[in-house]
């Protein structure tokens, strides 16, 4: 670093690929291109090599203030956990990072296992409801959550969790909403939802549900297939889009097979212009039976559009029933579909709902003000603030 810098040095390590197109990967886009460059240099670590085709997310890469790195690790515990371990000391050492963030469990691990330098602050980003976490493992946090500084997460809930399986300390624990950007994501015109329907080959007057979440067990699109059939055989203009990929797909045809839907449901497979499909929706479903902060249903909001969420994790924080839209309960597809069908055919409660979920992102999720609170975090842990 050059002398005189004053700039805050931020390690930022994940397990997954930085440039994926997951809710947790949107967030370390967001933060590590939205903090200032006169103000941070940033080292983006994946215990990952895998890299994102076309140009996805490669914007990261032309940031001055930026880089990434790439240091796979197939288990903390093998040679490849010891390796990455080891090197990021050396870089710690080295660069005298200021602020060493992690994320998921092995860059948590790793993490804690760091040595503690002076003058070093070190965070622990819970992203999640640690649905994957084992009971050993809940019970090693417990041990190693004291290492921290502060653990941060997007929803009161997962705080809550945490102090309930890992005995955290209140005050190590720091709530920081997710945000989104209400510029790229606001409410479509007429002409604009027109477009986007027609571009998906949808009828004008369709009944569009929208689920924007990989194909894994957790995100339950089984039970939203199996509710959506119920919906369409009393509604046969409702159809839905599912937008994602991921290894739960096979499954997800057969069941769209199975329950012979396959004409009013849409695979869009992964896609990185979601704003664009958005405003061909009614409304966005997202049944997980586990959940962080959403940046799916933070998105929608901010489209304007209701949502029709399982009361778990940070959906129960985001998703005000009746307000902004429909709680229900998770892996209860009867529920699901009462409520997918009564919201079908109430397009004065879908207006109320969008227009109530976009005032709401306004007001408390915004992308600026989720990036300053993490800037006040740093600079308050570090005696800048």
Same mark, same amino acid.
């Given at each position: ?27 370390? *886009?967001?933060?590590? &291109? ?8 940033? &080292? ?12 996805? @997310?490669?914007?990261?890469?032309? *940031? ?42 092995? #860059? ?29 493992? *809940? ?15 997007? #929803? ?35 002409? /604009? ?16 549900? @929208? ?18 059939? &119920? ?14 990929? @991921? ?32 405003? #061909? ?53 009867? $529920?699901?579909?009462? $409520? ?10 879908? /207006? ?13 999720? $915004? ?8 800037? *006040? ?9």
């Amino acid at each position: 670093m050059r002398a005189g810098d004053r700039r805050i040095r931020l390690l930022l390590i994940t397990d997954t690929p930085v440039l994926a197109p997951g809710g947790s990967e949107r967030f370390l *886009q967001n933060l590590a &291109t939205r903090l200032p460059a006169d103000a941070y240099r940033i &080292t983006l670590v994946q215990l990952h090599e895998q890299k994102m085709p076309g140009n996805h @997310g490669h914007h990261l890469l032309s *940031q001055p203030h930026l880089r990434m790195l790439s240091l796979p690790v197939h288990a903390v515990y093998d040679r490849s956990g010891v390796s990455a371990w080891r090197r990021l000391g050396e870089m710690l050492r080295r660069e005298r990072f200021d602020v060493v963030q992690s994320q998921h469990e092995k #860059a948590d691990v790793l993490n804690a296992l760091l040595p503690r330098l002076p003058g070093t602050v070190y965070i622990s980003n819970r992203r999640d409801m640690g649905f994957k976490k084992s009971p050993k493992l *809940q019970y090693a946090f417990r041990w190693l959550n004291p290492r921290y500084d502060t653990v941060v997460a997007p #929803a009161r809930q997962i705080l809550a969790g945490l102090a309930d399986c890992e005995r955290l300390d209140p005050l190590r624990m720091t709530w920081i909403p997710n945000g989104v950007d209400t510029r790229r994501y606001a409410p479509a015109p007429l002409q /604009r939802r027109l477009d986007a329907r027609a571009a998906l080959g949808l009828d004008s007057e369709a009944i569009v549900f @929208g689920c924007v979440a990989r194909m894994t067990p957790v995100k339950r699109h089984v039970d939203l297939i199996e509710a959506f059939a &119920t919906v369409h055989r009393e509604l046969p203009q409702a159809h839905l889009l599912l937008v994602g990929d @991921g290894p739960d797909l096979p499954q997800v045809q057969a069941k769209i097979a199975e329950f012979g839907v396959g004409d009013a449901v849409t695979l869009l497979s992964f896609r990185d212009d979601v704003d664009d499909l958005l405003p #061909a929706m009614d409304a966005l479903v997202l049944c997980s039976s586990s959940e962080g902060m959403s940046n799916a249903i933070l998105e929608a909001m901010a489209c304007g559009l209701p949502v029709v969420a399982t009361a778990v994790g940070g959906n129960l924080h985001l998703v005000q029933h009746e307000q902004t839209g429909l709680l229900v309960p998770p892996m209860d597809p009867i $529920s699901l579909a009462a $409520s997918l069908q009564w919201l079908a055919q109430s397009p004065h409660a879908r /207006r109320r709902m969008g227009l109530a979920a976009r005032t709401r992102i306004e007001r408390e999720f $915004s992308l600026d003000a989720m990036v300053l609170a993490f800037d *006040q975090l740093y600079r308050r842990l570090l005696g800048r603030a």
